[in-house]
């Protein structure tokens, strides 16, 4: 099928990474940033100079569209989606990204701040993409492959069955999704009117990559209340609430139970944010696990260690509040086994080797599973995401565009 189709992706990624599209978690309003939508609105005229004529960008910032049928087979409505937005944690302003044709196998110096280095040594997928065409930003921002690189690939997917009518494949519905990055990327997105049944987001990593399980997760918010009072007469009546908190944060385990100390199946409790005065405290936490029960386990640590450490300052009190993030899309995806079937068929017909990966973190799929969508993650190339050294292989979204090409086409031949 690919054969004489020039593919588009790189060119769209290339033009949409220059759009600024970082969500902001402060933010109260929907999307978090208005300038999400710059992008969606492109998006939206694509998709229309396509033909596809329902493309449309709503209020919330999400953009829906439908590659009509072109088959007289009963088949499942499937959607692809990615999101739009790029994470807080690295500016995505001023994106220059660069076209490292042919990467030879060695370090990538980024230009515009030579102490940006890209090392096969810290970054060994490299070691892999010797002879393709690596992109980069220039070094004072990151690229925004995440998610960029699954816009850019569905966008190139909806022009190859539009040029290419011959084609036979059911109704696919496209969604792109504002603040992923900062978990409310399908808050406001509507399910009845996106009208699919079963769908895969476009926002995994090195070729190949299928993930049908992620962490389950809550968000913690402990807040501390100390005792005001006058520093020139505190004796025996100030209770300083951030020193509270610096002593609770001083009593979780520092070679366990951490980003910086687990991998693979293990989870995790991570402290995220801290906000306050002596008078009250805010300390934000993410609690992760691949086995949902064991989230409960991590809350009930952090209580325990709360307690002992109010007692240590009479007078301080604490509220504990756990609020639901995600949970494990692989709860959900058991009960379809077709679904993942479907896209192992896919990768494989693209001539790429499978890799089964667990997502140590979450994506729009595992809330979209839990909303009655059910919705494992697909590779992109998008690799090292959120901070300067992001990189993706022009080859590995190309192999993407064909994954999901096959991907519809086996849902019709299934139909």
Not at 71 to 92: F, L, N
Not at 217 to 246: C, E, Q, R, W
Request: proline residues 5%; charged residues 25%; hydrophobic residues 35%.
């Amino acid at each position: 099928m690919f054969t004489k189709y020039s593919f588009t992706v790189k060119e769209r990624f290339l033009r949409y990474v220059q759009i600024d599209t970082q969500s902001d978690p402060q933010s109260t309003s929907v999307p978090s940033t208005e300038k999400q939508k710059d992008l969606s609105r492109v998006l939206v005229q694509e998709l229309k100079s396509m033909g596809i004529s329902d493309a449309h960008l709503d209020d919330h910032g999400y953009v829906y569209a439908t590659i009509p049928a072109n088959t007289t087979k009963e088949v499942p409505v499937i959607c692809y989606c990615s999101h739009v937005d790029t994470a807080p944690d690295c500016t995505g302003a001023g994106v220059k990204p660069l076209v490292h044709t042919n990467y030879d196998g060695g370090n990538i110096v980024l230009p515009d701040d030579p102490t940006q280095i890209i090392s096969p040594a810290d970054h060994p997928y490299l070691l892999k993409k010797k002879g393709e065409d690596i992109i980069t930003a220039s070094g004072t921002t990151l690229l925004g492959a995440d998610d960029k690189a699954g816009v850019a690939v569905i966008m190139d997917m909806a022009h190859f069955f539009m040029t290419n009518p011959d084609v036979k494949h059911g109704a696919i519905k496209i969604l792109f999704t504002p603040d992923e990055e900062i978990g409310r990327g399908v808050d406001k997105a509507d399910l009845k009117k996106l009208g699919a049944q079963f769908a895969y987001t476009l926002d995994a990593g090195e070729r190949g990559a299928y993930e049908d399980e992620t962490f389950s997760a809550d968000g913690v918010t402990i807040t501390f209340h100390g005792v005001s009072a006058h520093p020139g007469y505190a004796k025996d009546k100030l209770v300083n609430a951030m020193k509270v908190a610096g002593a609770f944060l001083e009593a979780l385990p520092t070679d366990t139970l951490s980003p910086e100390t687990t991998e693979k199946r293990n989870g995790f409790v991570h402290p995220v944010r801290i906000n306050g005065i002596a008078e009250k405290v805010t300390l934000e936490f993410i609690i992760r696990d691949f086995i949902t029960a064991k989230l409960a386990e991590y809350e009930n640590l952090l209580k325990e260690k709360l307690a002992q450490v109010l007692q240590r300052f009479p007078g301080a009190k604490a509220d504990f509040e756990v609020r639901e993030q995600y949970r494990n899309m692989k709860e959900v995806l058991d009960k379809f086994p077709h679904v993942s079937a479907y896209a192992k068929e896919a990768i494989a017909r693209a001539g790429v080797p499978l890799i089964e990966m667990s997502a140590r973190g979450g994506t729009d799929g595992s809330r979209l599973s839990f909303m009655g969508l059910p919705c494992p993650n697909l590779f992109t190339g998008e690799m090292a995401f959120h901070g300067k050294h992001e990189y993706v292989s022009v080859q590995d979204m190309q192999k993407s565009v064909e994954t999901i090409v096959h991907l519809a086409c086996i849902w019709e031949e299934k139909g």
